[in-house]
């Protein structure tokens, strides 16, 4: 399979991330392995989680998908089959946050534990950190690096300009740089990125690793009335996607989909590969069956004439 090389960083990948933010949510554990042995088995290889995942369930604390990976790698052997991408930075409680160098420097430990190996591919900052100095983030980052516990780092939830300011403290102190940004981004979800980062990323060669890439669902074409939004855990997510140019995107998505005999998210999912500049997109499974689909985007060529509907239809 088309791997693409992640940034500058020597990290390449299969241009489709699993999304950990289900294990220990929506999968639990035995799932979670299964999902993850079919994933690797299937030829593919990154997988994005962080330390704060699934906080948000009711009886957890935060690690549980760092966890549940870290067994499924002591379980499986097949640590050197993926490319590991976790976060920092969003509260863990008890005012374990932020991107100070102390923080960083326990946090990354606690992550390297729960997951069970002794370095990150990719590191991430889960949320800009305004309380310190971009360059001492940045040199703790560097540091973990020659010590080789991360091999590349990233960013998420940064503005244009905060992004922009911390590749000039890269470049002006020698230290390592943000490979990759991790925002939002799908048919639907355009504008933001498209006018705000797109030529920042491109002309910087950042990698681009999309969250939300099926628009909490609403791709997969599942939800199509206020009727269907109690699905899933999901559906209140969807609710404002459920506009004309919301309907006009579906239809769009239904007859490339028809044309290529398919699922609408894994068209929704090959519009994003096929976008310039982007290097794959995260999507999240809880079944092997709706994994097997969704990876599918991975091996459709969108043509010239297919791209250019969903790009129109998803036009702002």
Known sequence: ?????????????????????????????KTSLQLLDAFVDHGFDFVDTADVYSKWVPGNTGGESETIIGNWI????????????????KPMGNGKQGLSKAYITKAVDDSLKRLQTDYIDLYQSHDDDQ?????????????????????AIGASNYSAGRLREALQVSRDNGFARYE??????????REDYEKQYESLCRENDLGVITYYSLASGFLTGKYRSEDDLNKSQRGG??????????????????????HYNTTPAAIALAWVMARPGITAPIASATSVHQLKELTKAAEINLNTESLESLTTASNY
């Open 131 to 151: 309380g310190i100095p971009l360059a001492e983030t940045l040199e703790v980052y560097t540091d973990l690096i020659k010590q080789g516990k991360v091999r």
């Open 237 to 258: 997510g969807v609710k404002k996607y459920l506009n004309s140019r919301g309907y006009k995107i579906l239809a769009a998505l239904d007859k490339v989909a028809g």
């Open 74 to 89: 002591k379980q499986s052997g097949k640590r050197d089959k993926i490319v590991l991408a976790t976060k920092v930075g």
């Open 1 to 29: 399979m088309e791997k693409r090389t992640l940034g500058r960083s020597d990290l390449s990948v299969v241009p489709f991330v699993f999304g950990g933010n289900v294990f220990g949510w929506t999968a639990d554990e």
């Open 180 to 189: 990759s940004l991790q925002p939002e981004y799908n048919l639907y979800d």
